[in-house]
């Protein structure tokens, strides 16, 4: 079946692996909390507008704001990370 969300943001595992590590490294475990959100960030809006719109499609909904004057799109997945 492949990982359909991977494929669009790149290697997530790895990138939350090392944020693991990097915390544990300073005693600080995580591991037993499941993650609840991750952030993608791009650096133009037809990146952003084309990445949201590969993503809706892997979704349920979306809800659209603003996090710092840069708009943002809460995506809920139909299968978690």
């Known amino acids: 079946m492949g990982d359909p969300v991977g494929d669009i943001i790149g290697d997530y595992r790895g990138f939350v692996a090392q944020q ?15 993650l609840s959100h991750l952030a993608v960030r791009v650096a133009e809006w037809d990146q952003y507008v084309h990445m949201r719109t ?11 704001n603003l996090w710092n004057g840069r708009p943002i799109s809460k995506i809920l997945l139909v299968t978690p990370l």
Do not use: C
């Open 54 to 64: 590969l993503l809706e499609r892997n979704a349920t909904a979306n809800l659209e």
């Open 20 to 34: 693991h590590a990097r915390l544990l490294a300073r005693g600080i475990d995580i591991r037993p909390y499941p």
